[in-house]
């Protein structure tokens, strides 16, 4: 089970080195442990993406997560993102799916459209 990981949570990009144990080593900071314990037991990201727009000049609204999600959610969330089209106004911080695909996370809007 132990992994070499790349660290993204700053620029350095420290090559981590995650145990079975979880111990990590190759972090310059702490929080090189705190993400590859977390990549390793329980992996999240953050998805942005875009949602049909009808009546409107605009044919896609940019959306986001509010929150990061389990990476096996992934899929799922893109497809529900895919089923839901919404018409203006639309203002950016709008909840346009609340509890996406049971994640607990909203898809909100990142862009406002108003006409």
Do not use: W
């Amino acid at each position: 089970m132990s992994q070499d990981l790349i660290c993204i949570v700053c620029p350095r990009g420290c090559h981590l080195h995650v145990d079975d144990a979880l111990n990590v080593t190759g972090n310059f900071c702490p929080r090189g442990v705190t993400y590859g314990k977390q990549e390793v037991t329980n992996p999240t990201r953050f998805i942005a993406s875009t949602m049909a727009v009808k009546n409107s000049n605009y044919r896609r609204v940019p959306v986001s997560v509010s929150r990061a999600i389990e990476k096996k959610m992934i899929f799922e969330v893109m497809a529900a993102i895919k089923q839901v089209s919404v018409t203006p106004p639309i203002h950016i911080g709008d909840v346009l799916i609340a509890n996406v695909a049971g994640t607990g996370a909203d898809i909100v809007a990142t862009k406002n459209i108003l006409d």
